[in-house]
């Protein structure tokens, strides 16, 4: 076992050539009275600064909550965008774990070590902490101590807690905008943040955008890339704020790797062992730059990304992966008629495999949540944009799950037919906002709701301004959508309570920038939308 797969090492005892794909389109494209942590304090804690740590350069992370344990992340980075700086040299680091934020009281503390081969990061699996709590947290490496950092436990099994608040967001390619979202996200009141893919973007640097919000070098590919890319965006003091200040459950998307990629199928003409190899550093990096729980482990050239995690007995979130185990997308990617590409509705089509498909049937099967939560990558819900060719049906985004309807409409009858309970699909990917109904049966106008799916819009990415306006002509055709906002960029706040369940969608104020570098890390951050679920009852209700 590697050393950052460890709790830790001393622990306190008190506590061939590949087709040519075309480039898809990218218009669309602890003590319990610790829970309580009043809101003056909430702001000052995600107001503190962390970048001018000489050796933990980019912050402290957490991640994965259990009901008695947590993973504790950071990286030695004294020279972060050039590999790290460290060379082969391998680093004690120590840990402490305390119940109050002046490090006063520690409960567990330990030390692991750091290595090369892992980019000098690691992830420290800390049990045998109390179920529902606040926890602090740091490092040191040769008495030079990393910033504070907060946490959390969840509630434990059987216990039904009176509410569960979280933020989720997707999409922050650092070109293109600065992270004012995060800015505010790090200020809320919070119990964790989902953050559902596009955690940084494989492109090269862009001559059109300022020299300090620049990607570095060409398109990544090596285990350095990666890696110094990662550190690029970690340096950003509002997204390390953000990790300071609440445990993280993420997944990848495409861009962790190569856009729109299909399990080992890349978006351009690459050979196979090359885009074998790739995707291998690209999830050994994301791994090491993660706070993920010890068994997403490295198998073979994958990675085992979805997991369960329950919070007490209010929700199940099951974390999805829909890109490393899919099939290619149907005719060469991109927008489809269904009636030129029947591929879309083939049965051995798949966005999960197989092995994913059973897994996800027998959580929810075995479920016995109020709320049943899939934290994934790309819309569920149909869209046809047919209205958009003078014809208003049959025409989609077959990278979504639009072009994979089988599979699809499996897991949706599944829904519907063992009445699984309040199911709730978060999604990211395309860069605008979006709340819907599910069905189990798309096709069908008397078909009956089964569950919501809300699609927060990107953190920066640019949706486009002229898009907006094209998809929301094709709304009429779709009437189980019921908001879209393709302007606007942030995050949203999801709020469940054992009866009901609120999604409020959070936006940057906008201000016109002919090469998208905005909204400024200082612009101010409201609600914009917000919509209600009654639990026991199917339908959305907006509120806002």
Partial sequence: MNSDDQDSTTSDAMAGALPTRRRAIKTFGGLAVAAFVPGAMRAAWGEQQGGSNPVFTLGVASGDPGSDRVVLWTRLAPDPLNGGGLNDRAARIDWEVAIDPAMTRTVRRGTTTSTARNGHAVSVHVTGLRPDSWYYYRFSHRGVQSRIGRTRTFPAAGVLPARMRFAFCSCQHYEQGYYAAYRDMATQDLDFVVHVGDYIYEYAASANVPAARRHQGGEIATLADYRNRYALYRLDRHLQDTHAAFPFIVTFDDHEVDNNYAGLIPEDEQTAEAFRQRRRNAYQVYRESMPLRANVQASGDGLNLYRRLPYGRLADILVLDTRQYRSDQPCDDGLQFLQTCPAILSPDATMLGATQEAW????????????????????????????????????????????????????????????????????????????????????????????????????????????????????????????????????????????????????????????????????????????????????LTRVL
Avoid at 363 to 382: E, G, I
Wanted: glycine share 8%; charged share 15%.
């Fill in 360 to 539: 996800l049937f027998d959580q929810l099967r075995q479920s016995r949540a109020t709320w049943n939560v899939l934290a994934q990558q790309v819309m569920m819900m149909r869209w046809d944009l047919g209205a958009l060719t003078g014809q208003p049906l049959n025409y989609y985004n077959v990278d979504a799950w639009d072009g994979y309807q089988a599979q699809r409409d499996r897991i949706l009858r599944f829904l519907a037919e063992q009445r699984v309970a309040n199911p709730v699909v978060l999604t990211g990917d395309i860069h605008s906002a979006w709340a819907a109904d599910l069905k189990a049966d798309f096709n069908g106008a008397s078909s009956p709701v089964i569950g919501a799916e809300f699609v927060c819009t990107s953190i920066s990415s640019g949706f486009g301004d002229s898009n907006d306006p094209l998809v929301k002509a094709t709304l009429p055709s779709n009437p189980h959508i019921r908001y879209f906002d393709g302007l606007l960029r942030g995050y949203s706040i999801c709020t469940v309570t054992p009866g009901a369940w609120r999604t409020d969608f959070r936006a940057v104020q906008r201000v016109a920038d002919p090469v998208f570098t905005v909204p400024s890390a200082d612009l101010p951050v409201s609600d914009v939308a917000a919509f209600n679920l009654i639990a026991g009852q199917a339908g």
